[in-house]
């Protein structure tokens, strides 16, 4: 089955309105902010939010740049 969208789901507004609209929405805090960017990371990512995935840090390499005297 094909992919449909659904129309009903949004409709278009002013500017005006979405500014109040995410004013009123929006997570107060930054800290809000951050739990919610968390929340829907273990949503799209499909992991426990309670219990992440550990960093693979086998994955990322580091070294040191030469130093170089002017």
């Known amino acids: 089955m094909p ?3 659904d129309r009903t ?3 278009a507004g002013t500017h005006e309105q ?3 609209y995410h004013a009123q929405n ?7 902010r951050l739990r919610a960017a ?6 799209a ?3 426990d939010l309670d219990n992440p995935p ?9 070294r040191q740049h030469a130093h170089r005297n002017g």
């Open 18 to 20: 979405a500014a109040e």
């Open 45 to 47: 990512f499909g992991y």
């Open 54 to 62: 550990r960093l693979d840090r086998m994955a990322f390499a580091t």
């Open 3 to 5: 992919f449909r969208l």
């Open 38 to 43: 968390a929340y829907l990371n273990s949503v």
């Open 9 to 11: 789901a949004h409709h």
């Open 26 to 32: 929006q997570p107060a805090t930054p800290t809000e």
